[in-house]
């Protein structure tokens, strides 16, 4: 699927933008954190994004973080979470913020965000604190600031979307962190230790 776009800002308007790639336009929506950082119109942006096909669209996410697009992820997989209501999410609060609500079990403040009611927002505290949890795992999903990825939390993170628990991912992968391995080694050598 399309995982990243590299092009000319056509138009903002949030929460709509157009980027131009190679004489394509896409139209993508994308949160205010993203809007924030976008550069003027006409400048060349790279932003990550999610597809998502429905019978009667396709709708194009964008992300200038990888942080936002995996909360993003996280969030459309909660029942009665749309795409839209996870945007509202990102739009309302940093990544960093929201994992920490989280782990706070704060959901009186989740409720102040547009669109969460009191059970949705009880919902993502019961369905997401194990994420959240007190591993670096949570500390990696935040970020106010678009840092690259390491391998190493890259190679977590392919491990978490391969179903393994994030706490069970850190373990995986502690025996690397200062061995400078590429993410696909890391990957290769915390799956051969699994299996052991």
């Known amino acids: ?3 990243r776009l590299t092009g000319k800002l056509v138009l ?3 929460p709509q933008l157009v980027l131009d790639v190679s004489g394509v336009g896409y139209e993508i929506e994308a949160p205010m954190s993203t809007f924030y950082r976008l550069p003027a119109v006409g400048e060349t942006v790279a932003l990550h994004t999610h597809l998502t096909i429905r019978e009667d669209a396709h709708l194009l996410f964008g992300f200038a973080t990888t942080q936002e697009k995996s909360l993003f992820r996280e969030l459309i997989k909660l029942s009665g979470v749309g795409p839209k209501l ?3 999410v990102l739009s309302g609060v940093s990544v960093e913020e929201f994992w920490n609500l989280v782990r706070s079990g704060d959901a009186v ?5 547009p669109g969460i009611g009191k059970k949705t927002a009880e919902r993502m505290l019961l369905e997401l ?3 959240a949890g007190g591993s670096d795992n949570a500390v990696n999903l935040g970020g106010s600031s678009p840092q690259p990825a390491t391998p190493l939390a890259e190679a ?17 992968t502690d025996a690397f962190t200062t061995e400078g391995l590429g993410t ?4 290769r050598e915390a799956l051969k230790r699994a299996v052991r």
């Open 1 to 3: 699927m399309i995982g």
């Open 12 to 14: 903002k308007a949030p």
């Open 86 to 88: 996870a945007l509202a």
């Open 109 to 113: 403040r989740l409720t102040k965000l």
């Open 129 to 131: 604190r194990e994420k």
């Open 156 to 172: 977590r993170s392919a491990l978490e979307s391969l179903g393994y628990k994030p706490a069970d991912a850190v373990k995986m």
């Open 184 to 187: 696909d080694q890391i990957i």
